[in-house]
């Protein structure tokens, strides 16, 4: 069983059809029940719940202090390569961008984490571009061996491992593993991922399996919003949770919600998310999953990250910066453009004003 298995229970669902059925009474039964189906899950997704947010941030705002207090985790990515080697028509590393190509020294490494450490961040996620030949299991690995000497968790987002190759990452430091699967329509998937070792829609979607199996400690999904009709997309990520949650409940599990920002190309989103859309996803997931994490990344503007804090969200990136290298060589390109562009230290203040706690360090390795 994976969730590949599972999520092929759903491949002729009438969305559409479902969501022109739904009703306000629907969804206020939805509203008053404790625990929810996966079924209650998408009624809450839907364009008849919208004229239910308020009472849905009411009690999004409550469980989430229930189960996280009033608290929200900092973290910061830092970008090791940006060498790739497939096609996906949306993203600025994908192989004939025309991006100048660049991968971190050992000793560059060590400068961007004595950079980041001197923010008070602990948490980190480390990114590369998807190339096995440029950034090998060993690089990473080496990486690894130089951030623990600053970070007390440090978190991959890299292309999808073996089972082996996870548990040996995981061996020299890491705890933590994001990896969104872009889009959960098969179809839409193959479309956007015309040619690559990422077209291998399965190999992707059972990687957190692979990483839960191997001992990882944290797992991070989620869909990118705007590929595809993200009411379903949504509906997706959330079910991947929960599975993953049910099945490994000693992993703590969370997913992201973002949507695509621009980078330098012509690619043109496919679907609108706006903000009510993505607030209206946070809200239903956090109802769904009571104690499932929900991390809100600098893709997001300020002011929309500053409401979703008691609205759902219990991880945020500050200080955020997408090149490789970027902090210390201000001329290099980002993956994508990034939105809210505050200081760890700015948006610490901002929780302050909110009455909530900026935590730094919740873990660490050993």
């Given at each position: 069983?994976?969730?590949?298995?599972?999520?092929?229970?759903y491949?002729?669902?009438?969305?559409?059809?479902?969501?022109?059925c739904v009703?306000?009474?629907?969804?206020?039964?939805?509203?008053?029940?404790?625990?929810?189906?996966?079924?209650d899950?998408?009624?809450?997704?839907?364009?008849?719940?919208?004229?239910?947010?308020?009472?849905?941030?009411?009690?999004?705002?409550?469980?989430?202090?229930?189960?996280?207090?009033?608290?929200?985790?900092l973290y910061?990515?830092?970008?090791?390569?940006?060498?790739?080697?497939?096609?996906?028509?949306?993203?600025?590393?994908?192989?004939?961008?025309?991006?100048?190509?660049?991968?971190?020294?050992?000793?560059?490494?060590?400068?961007?984490?004595?950079?980041?450490?001197?923010?008070?961040?602990?948490?980190?996620?480390?990114?590369?571009?998807?190339?096995?030949?440029?950034?090998?299991?060993?690089?990473?690995?080496?990486?690894?061996?130089?951030?623990?000497?600053y970070?007390?968790?440090?978190?991959?987002?890299?292309?999808?491992?073996?089972?082996?190759?996870?548990a040996?990452?995981?061996?020299a430091?890491?705890?933590?593993?994001?990896?969104?699967q872009?889009?959960?329509?098969e179809?839409?998937?193959?479309?956007?991922?015309?040619?690559?070792?990422?077209?291998?829609?399965r190999?992707?979607?059972?990687?957190?399996?692979?990483?839960?199996?191997?001992?990882?400690?944290?797992?991070?999904?989620?869909?990118?919003?705007?590929?595809?009709?993200?009411?379903s997309?949504?509906?997706?990520?959330?079910?991947?949770?929960?599975?993953?949650?049910?099945?490994?409940?000693a992993?703590?599990?969370?997913?992201?919600?973002?949507?695509?920002?621009p980078?330098?190309?012509e690619?043109?989103?496919?679907v609108?998310?706006?903000?009510?859309?993505?607030?209206?996803?946070?809200?239903?997931?956090?109802?769904?999953?009571?104690?499932?994490?929900?991390?809100?990344?600098?893709?997001?503007?300020a002011?929309?990250?500053?409401?979703?804090?008691k609205?759902?969200?219990?991880?945020?990136?500050?200080?955020s910066?997408?090149?490789?290298?970027?902090?210390?060589?201000?001329?290099?390109?980002?993956?994508?453009?990034?939105?809210?562009?505050?200081?760890?230290?700015?948006?610490?203040?901002?929780?302050?004003?909110?009455?909530?706690?900026?935590?730094?360090?919740?873990w660490?390795?050993?």
């Amino acid at each position: 069983m994976s969730f590949y298995i599972a999520r092929k229970n759903y491949e002729e669902f009438d969305f559409n059809g479902f969501f022109k059925c739904v009703s306000d009474e629907d969804v206020e039964r939805v509203l008053e029940k404790n625990r929810l189906t996966e079924i209650d899950y998408l009624t809450l997704l839907s364009p008849r719940a919208e004229g239910h947010l308020e009472k849905m941030a009411q009690k999004a705002h409550r469980l989430t202090v229930q189960h996280f207090g009033k608290v929200m985790l900092l973290y910061t990515p830092l970008y090791l390569a940006n060498y790739c080697v497939n096609h996906c028509i949306y993203c600025g590393f994908r192989v004939h961008s025309g991006l100048e190509r660049k991968k971190l020294s050992l000793d560059e490494v060590e400068a961007e984490a004595e950079m980041i450490a001197a923010t008070g961040l602990k948490h980190i996620l480390i990114l590369t571009g998807e190339s096995r030949k440029k950034s090998p299991v060993k690089y990473i690995r080496e990486c690894i061996e130089v951030l623990k000497k600053y970070f007390t968790s440090i978190s991959i987002e890299i292309y999808p491992l073996e089972e082996q190759e996870y548990a040996e990452l995981i061996s020299a430091g890491v705890d933590g593993l994001t990896i969104y699967q872009e889009a959960y329509n098969e179809k839409v998937y193959a479309e956007i991922h015309p040619a690559g070792p990422k077209r291998n829609y399965r190999y992707r979607l059972e990687a957190p399996e692979r990483a839960c199996r191997a001992g990882i400690r944290t797992v991070n999904v989620g869909a990118l919003l705007g590929l595809h009709e993200w009411r379903s997309e949504a509906f997706f990520a959330g079910l991947h949770a929960n599975y993953l949650q049910r099945l490994y409940p000693a992993v703590e599990v969370s997913i992201s919600p973002p949507r695509i920002r621009p980078y330098p190309g012509e690619f043109q989103t496919f679907v609108t998310v706006n903000d009510k859309n993505l607030v209206q996803y946070v809200l239903a997931y956090r109802l769904f999953m009571p104690r499932g994490g929900v991390t809100i990344s600098t893709r997001e503007r300020a002011e929309l990250r500053e409401h979703l804090v008691k609205l759902g969200a219990t991880k945020m990136s500050a200080g955020s910066c997408t090149a490789v290298g970027g902090r210390s060589n201000t001329q290099s390109t980002g993956q994508f453009e990034i939105s809210d562009r505050r200081s760890v230290a700015e948006m610490a203040g901002m929780l302050y004003a909110q009455g909530y706690q900026p935590v730094y360090k919740d873990w660490q390795v050993v």
